[in-house]
Each structure stands twice: as C-alpha cells, then as structure tokens.
T-cell receptor, first 114, second 113 residues
Framework: DTEVTQTPKHLVMGMTNKKSLKCEQH?????MYWYKQKAKKPPELMFV???????INESVPSRFSPECPNSSLLNLHLHALQPEDSALYLC?????????????FGPGTRLTVL | GENVEQHPSTLSVQEGDSAVIKCTYS??????FPWYKQELGKRPQLIID?????GEKKDQRIAVTLNKTAKHFSLHITETQPEDSAVYFC????????????FGSGTRLSIRP
C-alpha cells in the first residue's frame, strides 16, 4: 500500500459543531503531517507528529486539536470553527523527519464552515 | 526562516513546447528540493525531487536543476502535453528544520492545443 487515505472527502459543519478528520497510511512511515490549503495557495503546515509524538505546532488555534492514536493513524478534531477555516485539509506522511524524506499527500478533506 | 520564491505565477505554452519554472530559496542549509504537481481538486503529487549533492536530475520529460551557489532551482518540462496542465509547487526543506517543507507560491501551467 503506497497511499495516504483521508476521510471524509467533504465535510460541511456549523460553527457550533464538533467533527473529526481522519488520515491513515500503511507505508510504515513514522512522521505524519496536517496541512491547510486555501484556494490558489500552497499547502500551509499546521502540525507534525514524529513517532506518534507532536513535534511541531505552527501556532494553530486551539479549535484544531490533533491526535495520533498509533503510527498509522492521524486525526484532526474540529470544534467551534470559523467560516475562514473553510479550506482543503491535507494529511501527509514521510518515512521519518530526515531532511530528505519525501512527503506523500492524501487526497484531502474539503471543509466548509457555515 | 526559510523563504521560497517561485516564478512565474502563470505560464501558458503551446503543446509540444518546453516550460520552465524557477524558484529561489533563502536558507543555505536547505538540502532537499521537491516539486509537486496539483491538478484541480486533487492532492499535490511529487513529480521529481533533487538533493543538494546533485546538480541535475532527469525523469523522462521532466528535469530539475539546482544551483547551490545562487540558491535557485528550476523545473524543466519538455514536449509539453495537455495533461501537464496543473499548478506546480516548488519546495525546500532545511536540514536545520527537517520536518518543515516550505512551499513556493505555485505556478499555474496551461498547455494550449
């Protein structure tokens, strides 16, 4: 299996809802990432997990809460989001955190906050 | 921190012609430079990458060159085809902050039939 999968593909939520995005990889990768991508912009790093521990939080608001239950799974819990949080949320994974480890992206979850 | 600049922001070429996209980076410690292609509504997909100990790498119609002294790298696509139409992102990864890929702003490439 050489893919990163994400569910759901699309998500519409209200500002008072709680929802979760899921990401899974079975490539034995030990680093996993969450990115946010707005239209016509590059992906913007949010969080990095390395060996199931949070190693980077790019000053993301607390309404986004990441979780790494095991080495294959990465979740992003959403609560009290704002309309400006609407974006494509991409998960990625890499072999490790080495400077030359390639990152492979999942298909993304397109999130709309009403 | 690292900054990556990418030019041009849009590029239109005749089918069969070549396309060149250029990027510059600021952190001299950067040692890995991937290029991603993103079609509309799809995920970014790695198309080629180059490491700092290599000056050029080629994969069929795609090639990347790296000039460490000038801190710039370029993507070359020859014999362009309609399926090459997409947004292309260059990126740089610093040895000192290995988890972080810094992306360029993207180039929207259109292939005219």
């Amino acid at each position: 299996d050489t893919e990163v999968t994400q569910t759901p593909k699309h998500l519409v939520m209200g500002m008072t809802n709680k929802k979760s995005l899921k990401c899974e990889q079975h490539m034995g990768h030990r680093a996993m990432y969450w990115y946010k991508q707005k239209a016509k912009k590059p992906p913007e790093l949010m969080f990095v997990y390395s060996y199931e521990k949070l190693s980077i939080n790019e000053s993301v608001p607390s309404r986004f809460s990441p979780e790494c239950p095991n080495s294959s799974l990465l979740n992003l819990h959403l609560h009290a989001l704002q309309p400006e949080d609407s974006a494509l949320y991409l998960c990625a994974s890499s072999q490790g955190e080495s400077g030359t480890d390639t990152q492979y992206f999942g298909p993304g979850t397109r999130l709309t906050v009403l | 921190g690292e900054n990556v600049e990418q030019h041009p922001s849009t590029l239109s070429v005749q089918e069969g012609d070549s396309a060149v996209i250029k990027c510059t980076y600021s952190d001299s410690a950067s040692n890995y430079f991937p290029w991603y292609k993103q079609e509309l509504g799809k995920r970014p997909q790695l198309i080629i990458d180059i490491r700092s100990n290599v000056g050029e790498k080629k994969d069929q119609r795609i090639a990347v060159t790296l000039n460490k002294t000038a801190k710039h790298f370029s993507l070359h696509i020859t014999e362009t085809q309609p399926e090459d139409s997409a947004v292309y992102f260059c990126a740089a990864r610093s040895y000192s902050s290995a988890s972080k890929i810094i992306f360029g702003s993207g180039t929207r490439l259109s292939i005219r039939p």
